[in-house]
């Protein structure tokens, strides 16, 4: 006859029930917390008690004192509202690099470190023509080529 031996990773009757009371008891506690709060009874857990994993504990009970606004930034001009800038004041329809070249010349967007700045510009002009129609500031003059619509203007 052949005894099976208990390895680390079998458990045995008692540690399951062991396991469950424990859980039980977290369940509880759980349920008496949720009926306190919607209750409103403002109850503190005592000081013993672990904070729930994924909470901070309070570190003072002290409120943070509001800190003072700072002075106003200038919004920074995405590169698809400095292509509609630049769009709205050309006369003839221009590609994403030209454009992208023209937008860094004149220093109104540069490329945060991209290696194709063009393609990016191109993609998001061609979803502001196909999100917003007729309304977009774009149109497509030809394959690859943009022009200016009237909504250019008012969007910047």
């Known amino acids: 006859m052949s005894s099976k031996k208990k390895g680390p990773g079998t458990s045995s009757k008692a540690s399951a029930k062991k396991d469950k009371s424990s ?3 977290l369940r ?7 009926k306190k709060r919607l209750e409103g009874t403002p ?3 005592p000081a013993t008690a672990k904070p729930a994993k ?4 309070p570190t003072s009970t002290k409120a943070k004192a ?15 509202d400095a292509a ?21 010349k004149q220093g109104l967007w540069s490329s ?12 998001a002009m061609i979803r502001e023509i196909a999100a917003l ?5 774009f149109k497509k003059h030809e394959r690859g080529v943009f022009v200016a619509t009237t909504h250019a203007g008012k969007g910047a």
């Open 23 to 25: 859980t039980e008891k």
């Open 28 to 34: 509880e506690a759980a349920r008496a917390e949720i």
């Open 43 to 45: 109850d503190a857990p």
């Open 54 to 57: 994924g909470t901070k504990a």
């Open 66 to 80: 509001a800190k003072a606004p700072k002075g106003a930034k200038p919004k920074r001009v995405s590169a698809l």
């Open 84 to 104: 509609a800038q630049v769009l709205a004041k050309s006369e003839v329809p221009m590609r994403a690099k030209e454009l992208i070249a023209v937008i860094e």
């Open 112 to 123: 945060p470190g991209g290696k194709t700045p063009h393609a990016t510009l191109y993609a």
């Open 133 to 137: 129609g007729d309304r977009a500031r």
